[in-house]
């Protein structure tokens, strides 16, 4: 069992930036997923990228795509979401996850929410003048 906290949420104006951090326990990440997923009040929850601790291979919502970026820093188990140039339609809940790429693999599959069996408790991100 994984255990994930996200960290590095909070208010911030369009245009601005924000670090959310993902900090994982409990297990190895040598071959897992992890994703950064949010949900607007009433709307579902949508994959915002993913990164694979086993070759690095990114994911991105094609709406953030050219301003949020996700890494990781495996000595520390903890995987990054930069975001910049945030609007307000970028407001929500954000959340980390991860599940064991021997699941599967694939753009559709480490985008999906379904996918995913570990969860953090997710964190708010506003964007607002």
């Known amino acids: 069992q994984v255990q994930l906290v996200e960290s590095g949420g909070g208010l911030v104006q369009p245009g601005g930036s924000l670090r959310l951090s993902c900090a994982a326990s409990?297990?190895?990440?040598?071959?897992?997923?992890i994703g950064w997923f949010r949900q607007a009040p009433g709307k579902e929850r949508e994959g915002v990228a993913s990164?694979?601790?086993?070759?690095?291979?990114?994911y991105y919502l094609d709406s953030v795509k050219g301003r949020f970026a996700i890494s990781r820093d495996n000595a520390k188990n903890t995987v990054y979401l930069q975001m910049n140039f945030l609007k307000p339609e970028d407001t929500a809940v954000y959340f980390c996850?991860?599940?064991?790429?021997?699941?599967?693999?694939?753009?559709?599959?480490?985008?999906?929410?379904?996918?995913?069996?570990?969860w953090g408790q997710g964190i708010q991100v506003t964007v607002a003048s």
């Open positions: 409990g297990s190895t990440l040598d071959y897992y997923s």
């Open positions: 996850a991860a599940y064991s790429l021997s699941k599967g693999d694939g753009e559709l599959l480490r985008l999906w929410p379904s996918m995913y069996d570990n």
């Open positions: 990164i694979s601790t086993r070759d690095g291979s990114e």
